[in-house]
């Protein structure tokens, strides 16, 4: 499966971004799928996942009542709903797709994931 982020850009602190992730070349509902942001000099951290479904959720405390991830399987597309954006939350952000139906702690693992896309910049300024 190909995956092409879209939607970084340069914001002011407190404001909101949605970002959008299309899915192209299998069948994208098969998928579980997750976001990571990668700041410079650190490591891909987790941000957000859903089950293949929709049904299930799961954010890193970090961006916890802040981001709501959500996927509109007709469309191949997933999406990150950032909301309050903090100057911490300047990074790269990348999308996954995953085979594994993750749920919990595994869908927190880049390791789980055997899709990425090319990643998307977000900067917030304070």
């Known amino acids: 499966v190909q995956l092409q982020a879209s939607g970084g850009g340069l914001m002011q602190a407190g404001g909101s971004l949605r970002l959008s992730c299309a899915a192209s070349?299998?069948?994208?509902?098969?998928?579980?799928m997750g976001w990571f942001r990668q700041a410079p000099g650190n490591e891909r951290d987790f941000v957000a996942a859903?089950?293949?479904?929709?049904?299930?959720?799961y954010y890193a405390d970090s961006v916890k009542g802040r981001f709501t991830i959500s996927r509109d399987n007709a469309k191949n597309t997933v999406y990150p709903q950032m909301n309050s954006l903090e100057p911490e939350d300047t990074a790269v952000y990348y999308c996954?797709?995953?085979?594994?139906?993750?749920?919990?702690?595994?869908?927190?693992?880049?390791?789980?994931?055997?899709?990425w896309g090319q990643g998307t910049q977000v900067t917030v300024s304070s």
């Open positions: 859903i089950s293949w479904s929709g049904v299930s959720t």
């Open positions: 070349g299998r069948t994208f509902s098969a998928y579980s």
């Open positions: 996954a797709a995953s085979a594994y139906g993750n749920s919990g702690s595994y869908s927190r693992q880049p390791s789980r994931y055997q899709y």
